[in-house]
């Protein structure tokens, strides 16, 4: 038959439980005077179907509809058409779903596999992530028919939604929207310190916050100077800090799906107490010069300090080679000490948070230095005069005074003569005794007492002067 198919298309295809149409093209020089459609069945030709239009509408088909049907057209001219054509009976898409191969995923270790299933036949399957068509890449991403491949899935890679549409001829059908979590990190783990400050003083509070990017969220640990806390979470709260506190706390995030740790060495906390009740201790013997060793040691009740000062009557210390310090410089050595040293020693305690400082009066005993008598040589008679015994000491020296080796009720510093009388005349010694250093001194002056006016020949202008102003007080006085 040379004009089959002329008429209809070789293959129709039609969806079970719906209707199908067989498309007839009628050439423009028929005019059609009979025609009549035939379904070929294997038992033979069987005249089925006869319609009034050309066309042919058959349904709800069944799969028992599939076969090769035929149709003659007999025009007016007697002319006979034939054509012929197959229908296929399909089964309708349905059930269209995506199924994963893991239900949990790991980033850059799970390989995924999503398959989509459907129900018909003849179909082909599209993948959509969101309303755009999944591209495959050949490496990360594989599309294979019905499966999409995912190789060491990221983490949006499957958040979609994702869609699977499957479609044959004549329909198409989409699945629900998938999607699925990828567990990933920790990571980008940091750190938050609430106050931020260089140093804390004691006894405040600090809190220290961890977060990290996880997927699930991560467990937090914290760990001081490598050692674990009880403490877990996200915030680390320390209260009532002391100086032990001090250190380097680090946190460290474990995500028990990925089982992957992330670690952060972050805040280094420093505790501070402020210095206070600074004391010095010194000797409570007393202090002998020439032969004592004085160490003065300075020392805080609360806090340490980073730099000691040494002032001496509010100066630094003179540096010599008597003066010795610790490595610390909290005790200062005064090796022999001398009268010198005597003063007000303050010592400077220093931290990063204050300064607290004590002043320890250092009394240093020495003497009697060699002594010495003021007062003149020559008196005239009744002209009162004063021997002084000067001698250095500390404490002050207790004085014995001696005429002519005949010890006199004098225990003071100064012999004051009101009268003196011929007799008066000869050698005075005054003995200086300190009871602390138990040394003692001598110093002698003799004195000659002269009869009145005998003296003025030998007075210079000065004396003259004195002597005249005396004189006048007494004419006044008189
Ligand atoms: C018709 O169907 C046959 C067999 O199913 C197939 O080989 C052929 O390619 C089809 N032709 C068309 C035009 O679809
Ligand atoms: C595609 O899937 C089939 C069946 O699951 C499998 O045999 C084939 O190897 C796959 N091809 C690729 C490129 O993954
Ligand atoms: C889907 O799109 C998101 C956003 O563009 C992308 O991050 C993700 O990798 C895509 N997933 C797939 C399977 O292509
Ligand atoms: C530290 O916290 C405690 C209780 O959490 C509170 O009583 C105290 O006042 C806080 N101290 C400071 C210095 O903020
Ligand atoms: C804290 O960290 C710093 C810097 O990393 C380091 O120098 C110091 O020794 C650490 N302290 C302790 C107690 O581990
Ligand atoms: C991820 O992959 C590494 C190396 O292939 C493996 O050691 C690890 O156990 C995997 N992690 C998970 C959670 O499967
Ligand atoms: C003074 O201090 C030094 C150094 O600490 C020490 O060796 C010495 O014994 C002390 N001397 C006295 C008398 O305390
Ligand atoms: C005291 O000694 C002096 C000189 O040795 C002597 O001249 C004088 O007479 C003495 N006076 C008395 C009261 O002994
Ligand atoms: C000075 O030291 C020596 C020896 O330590 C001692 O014998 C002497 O009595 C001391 N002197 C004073 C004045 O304390």
């Known amino acids: 038959c040379c004009s089959c198919n002329i008429l209809v298309p070789p293959n129709v295809s039609g969806v079970k439980g719906k209707y199908v149409t067989f498309p007839l093209t009628m050439p423009s020089s028929v005019q059609v005077s009979v025609l009549s459609w035939f379904k070929v069945s294997s038992s033979g030709n069987n005249n089925i179907f006869k319609w009034a239009t050309y066309e042919l509408q058959l349904g709800p088909l069944t799969s028992a509809d599939s076969g090769t049907y035929s149709v003659t057209v007999v025009g007016t001219n007697m002319d006979v058409e034939l054509g012929q054509t197959t229908l296929e009976v399909l089964d309708p898409v349905a059930e269209v779903t995506i199924t994963s191969s893991l239900n949990e995923a790991v980033e850059f270790n799970s390989t995924v596999i999503l398959t989509c299933s459907a129900k018909g036949s003849f179909l082909t399957y599209k993948w959509l992530n969101g309303s755009t068509p999944v591209v495959a890449d050949g490496k990360h991403l594989m599309v294979n028919a019905s499966q999409l491949f995912v190789a060491g899935v990221f983490r949006k890679d499957l958040q979609g939604p994702i869609y699977c549409t499957v479609q044959n001829q004549l329909e198409s059908?989409?699945?629900?929207?998938?999607?699925?979590?990828?567990?990933?990190?920790?990571?980008?783990?940091?750190?938050?310190?609430?106050?931020?400050?260089?140093?804390?003083?004691?006894?405040?509070?600090?809190?220290?916050?961890?977060?990290?990017?996880?997927?699930?969220?991560?467990?937090?640990?914290?760990?001081?100077?490598?050692?674990?806390?009880?403490?877990?979470?996200?915030?680390?709260?320390?209260?009532?800090?002391?100086?032990?506190?001090?250190?380097?706390?680090?946190?460290?995030?474990?995500?028990?799906?990925?089982?992957?740790?992330?670690?952060?060495?972050?805040?280094?906390?420093?505790?501070?107490?402020?210095?206070?009740?600074?004391?010095?201790?010194?000797?409570?013997?007393?202090?002998?010069?020439?032969?004592?060793?004085?160490?003065?040691?300075?020392?805080?009740?609360?806090?340490?300090?980073?730099?000691?000062?040494?002032?001496?009557?509010?100066?630094?210390?003179?540096?010599?080679?008597?003066?010795?310090?610790?490595?610390?410089?909290?005790?200062?050595?005064?090796?022999?000490?001398?009268?010198?040293?005597?003063?007000?020693?303050?010592?400077?305690?220093?931290?990063?948070?204050?300064?607290?400082?004590?002043i320890y009066t250092m009394a240093v005993n020495y003497g009697p230095e060699k002594a010495s008598i003021t007062g003149p040589s020559k008196v005239e008679v009744e002209d009162t005069v004063e021997l002084k015994c000067i001698a250095p000491s500390f404490p002050p020296s207790t004085y014995t005074w001696k005429f002519n080796d005949t010890l006199l009720k004098i225990t003071t510093a100064e012999y004051k003569i009101e009268k003196p009388v011929y007799s008066n005349s000869g050698i005075y010694t005054c003995e200086a005794r300190n009871s602390v250093t138990g040394l003692t001194q001598k110093a002698t002056h003799n004195l000659k007492v002269k009869g009145v006016g005998e003296l003025n020949d030998q007075l210079s202008d000065g004396a003259i002067a004195v002597c005249l102003f005396s004189l006048s007080f007494s004419l006044l006085l008189f």
């Not at 940091?190 to 996880?214: I, R």
């Not at 009740?277 to 409570?284: E, Y």
């Not at 007393?286 to 300075?298: D, E, M």
């Open 173 to 358: 059908s989409t699945s629900p929207a998938f999607s699925m979590n990828v567990s990933y990190g920790p990571e980008n783990l940091a750190m938050m310190k609430v106050p931020d400050a260089a140093f804390l003083k004691k006894d405040s509070n600090l809190t220290l916050s961890c977060s990290a990017v996880s997927s699930p969220a991560a467990e937090l640990k914290w760990f001081f100077n490598g050692a674990e806390l009880p403490q877990k979470g996200t915030t680390l709260a320390l209260t009532s800090l002391e100086e032990k506190h001090s250190g380097n706390y680090s946190c460290v995030a474990f995500n028990s799906k990925t089982m992957r740790y992330a670690a952060l060495q972050a805040a280094t906390v420093l505790i501070i107490e402020p210095i206070s009740g600074t004391n010095i201790t010194a000797p409570t013997s007393l202090l002998i010069a020439g032969n004592t060793t004085v160490n003065l040691t300075c020392k805080a009740s609360k806090g340490k300090a980073d730099s000691v000062t040494w002032l001496k009557d509010d100066k630094p210390l003179m540096d010599t080679n008597r003066i010795v310090y610790t490595s610390d410089k909290t005790t200062l050595t005064i090796i022999t000490v001398q009268k010198e040293d005597a003063g007000n020693y303050k010592c400077q305690l220093t931290n990063k948070m204050n300064s607290d400082s004590s």
